[in-house]
């Protein structure tokens, strides 16, 4: 059985938080403050933090097992639950041997709501048979209902065949069932021991109803977890202080969050704790954007698109806009505000555009288009840079860019990374150099990287892999995938290339994932290896342009010998293409979100259309938790993570960590990391420094360490980071701190 396909189909009902004294309760109930429970390959983790209601409607006989298993789970774990599980229709016995032997059930018991007053009582009749593993299970205080269209004797009948199916693995099945109109609710008091509760109605789903007063389920190990929806399309994201996470879209004519004036929200606030999204204003469209930080914190969303009238009044020209947005880690009043367009504009106009936050905090934003049209032709485009100050206001001077000029139409949403020197790197299409924005100068051009093109409209994945003292925060760079064409025939490129662009004669080692991909996006993990997610097989960026989704994390080490590096995580059923992302969290497990593949939200598949819409608007949130996270990893975190300050300085200057690490534990890694503006595979700014530090005792519990900061901002550029200490290769939960 496999779990994500009964996962797509839950939705999170309602969520609140409990009482702290009932919270205290049920963690002196548990035997650990994690319950682990072993379920179909998976494993559930029950934390006790608030209440849950999820509502699955999946088709019947396939995951029927998993319904039965995952209400019995939730009442023998905690007891005191409302469990309803309606339309049984015939389930095949062997599932339910199945789930009986998983369950370990000691009982079945079968209820049935009284539509006629006169309804035939068997409550005082006892069947006995045998369960799956030998025991005897007591089916007593069932109770049989007049169906209005049945005589009594052939209900009687048709009931006790229920019941012989449900208890025996048999071959033949029941023609009807015994319909119910209300569910029964099942209490703590009712449940003294592992007891099934099965509701018989003629529908053709099962539906399940759970509302588990004490525990929420928290991940599911290895699988994604499907969490709410995001409320808006997730082009754009990025994990904010407050932890939370915002989505931002372009201009719709749907979303799932209406505004107060009725208009429906472009952009949303997502609680990863709570599963909520709150819907967020904007004045102007945001259409692939570009963003940053800014030193104090706020971020920024830059350029976008034209305005659409027609569908939202409300909202405006966002070529030249400059949208602001600030959260804090210390100021709740903060959250739920919605972004900020006090009208500073760029200098021109800009429609995928890419952002660097520079050492002095200005932001360097380069390239987009003018006005959204064909980038094959040159007046529509805008190869030049400008510059934002540290407050995010524009020069008002936009410069030409050779780099971009002669790699049009690919140079739109160029990859562009900080390094040690003061200088960007910046790749485009195939080409890359370092530029000297002080000078405008290009101070050194690299070899063209082989295979296909690596940028929009066949962007793959650039990361800047971890720095550190060791070799003296040299930049590493790794991008892979691609395509050849804007086209759903382009063949998608499994080819990457890495570069050490300030060593002496850079040039590219090649290296290959384990297929081609387009629209991959890397993300650095605390551990320091990169998760690759998302994209197609074929096709390319574009309303309707990609096939052939690809399911399956890819994990690299970069440390590990070349040919070595790569290997395979976790599979999705969630096709996740044009318009999507991917991000750290704060409890090191990563956000998976998105895929709006189609001009306008579409949510059922459309086959036959050109362009395609075989692939439907995505609005459910994903979690894959990473192997540092999973079996026995997940209760190996360091804890009590205390910093001296949360203020730091690029100075090399240091600071205190204290922690409780697990016994015997052997090393120490802490690290500054910063998730940036995700968007179109792109992660602007994303980067990871390993701090140095000293003070760790092997096999201590109580930790205090010494822990040095980068030496320049050319390292860590100003602007929110989240420190994590990762000990034995699992990291503990993130903190966030601002370095100046």
Request: hydrophobic share 40%.
């Amino acid at each position: 059985m496999d779990l994500r396909l009964v996962m797509d189909s839950i939705q999170q009902m309602e969520n609140a938080e409990l009482p702290m004294e009932t919270c205290s309760a049920i963690r002196r109930a548990l035997p650990t403050r994690e319950h682990v429970v072993r379920l179909m390959g998976g494993v559930v983790i029950l934390r006790p933090t608030a209440e849950l209601a999820v509502r699955v409607a999946v088709p019947l006989l396939a995951r029927a097992r998993l319904l039965l298993l995952s209400a019995q789970l939730l009442q023998g774990v905690m007891g005191d639950v409302e469990a309803h599980l309606m339309g049984l229709h015939a389930i095949p016995p062997d599932l339910l041997a199945d789930a009986a032997q998983l369950m370990g059930m000691t009982s079945i018991l079968i209820k049935t709501q009284s539509l006629e007053n006169d309804a035939d009582q068997l409550s005082d009749t006892a069947a006995t048979h045998q369960d799956t593993t030998g025991a005897k299970m007591d089916a007593r205080d069932h109770h049989l209902v007049q169906h209005p269209h049945l005589p009594q004797s052939q209900l009687k009948s048709q009931f006790l065949a229920v019941l012989q199916a449900l208890l025996v693995a048999q071959e033949d099945q029941p023609q009807r069932t015994v319909r119910v109109e209300q569910p029964i609710a099942i209490q703590s008091a009712e449940i003294g021991h592992k007891v099934l509760v099965v509701l018989c109605t003629d529908s053709v789903e099962i539906l399940l109803r759970i509302v588990v007063k004490v525990a929420r389920v928290d991940h599911v190990q290895g699988l994604p977890k499907y969490q709410l929806q995001s409320g808006v399309p997730a082009m754009h994201a990025g994990l904010m202080p407050n932890g939370r996470v915002i989505f931002l879209d372009k201009l719709e004519n749907y979303t799932q969050i209406k505004l107060a004036d009725g208009y429906y929200a472009y952009s949303s606030e997502y609680d990863p704790v709570t599963n909520t999204a709150v819907g967020l204003s904007y004045e102007t469209n945001a259409f692939c954007s570009g963003g940053a930080f800014l030193p104090d914190g706020r971020w920024l969303s830059l350029g976008g698109n034209a305005p659409l009238t027609f569908i939202d009044p409300t909202i405006g020209d966002g070529f030249t806009a400059i949208r602001y947005i600030s959260r804090s880690a210390t100021d709740s009043s903060l959250n739920g505000q919605s972004w900020s367009e006090p009208g500073n504009k760029l200098s021109t106009a800009r429609w995928y555009a890419s952002a660097q936050t520079m050492p002095d905090g200005t932001i360097f934003v380069a390239s987009g288009s003018l006005n959204g049209l064909d980038p094959t032709v040159p007046t529509n485009n805008n190869p030049t840079y400008e510059i934002l100050s540290n407050e995010g206001i524009s020069s008002g001077i936009s410069v030409p860019m050779e780099l971009l000029v002669k790699t049009q139409p690919y140079y739109m949403y160029p990859m562009i990374h900080l390094m040690a020197d003061g200088n960007l790197f910046v790749f485009v299409s195939k080409s890359s150099e370092s530029f000297s924005v002080s000078t405008n100068t290009t101070t050194t051009s690299y070899p063209d990287l082989p295979g296909d093109y690596r940028t929009y409209p066949n962007t793959g994945g650039s990361v800047l892999l971890p720095l550190s003292s060791a070799n003296d925060y040299a930049p590493d760079i790794i991008i892979c995938g691609g395509g050849a064409y804007q086209d759903i025939t382009s063949p998608t490129d499994p080819s990457c290339g890495r570069i050490q662009p300030l060593s002496d004669n850079a040039v590219w080692e090649m290296d290959s994932m384990p297929q081609g991909r387009g629209m991959v996006e890397g993300t650095l993990l605390p551990d320091g290896s990169v998760i690759y997610l998302n994209g197609c097989n074929q096709g390319a960026q574009g309303f309707g342009l990609a096939a052939d989704p690809t399911y399956t994390a890819l994990i690299y080490q970069p440390s590990m010998p070349l040919g070595q590096r790569w290997s395979t995580g976790a599979t999705s059923s969630i096709a996740r293409l044009y318009h999507s992302v991917a991000l750290l969290l704060l409890d090191g497990t990563l956000m998976i979100a998105g895929s709006n593949p189609v001009q306008m939200p579409v949510l059922t598949p459309v086959p036959n259309q050109v362009p395609s819409e075989d692939y439907v608007t995505e609005f459910r949130v994903e979690i894959f938790t990473p192997p540092y996270l999973q079996g026995d990893n997940a209760n190996l975190r360091p804890t009590d993570i205390v910093l001296s300050s949360l203020a730091l300085t690029a100075n090399g200057a240091a600071f205190i960590v204290t922690l409780i690490a697990p016994l015997g534990a052997t090393t120490i890694q802490v690290v500054l990391y910063h998730g940036g503006f995700v968007t179109h595979s792109l992660h602007m700014n994303h980067r990871m420094i390993v701090l140095d530090t000293t003070g760790w005792v092997a096999g201590a519990t109580a930790q205090t360490l010494t822990v040095t900061m980068p030496p320049n901002s050319n390292v860590a550029p100003p602007g929110p980071y989240v420190v994590y200490c990762v000990v034995d290769g699992v990291p503990g939960i993130g903190q966030f701190v601002s370095v100046s």
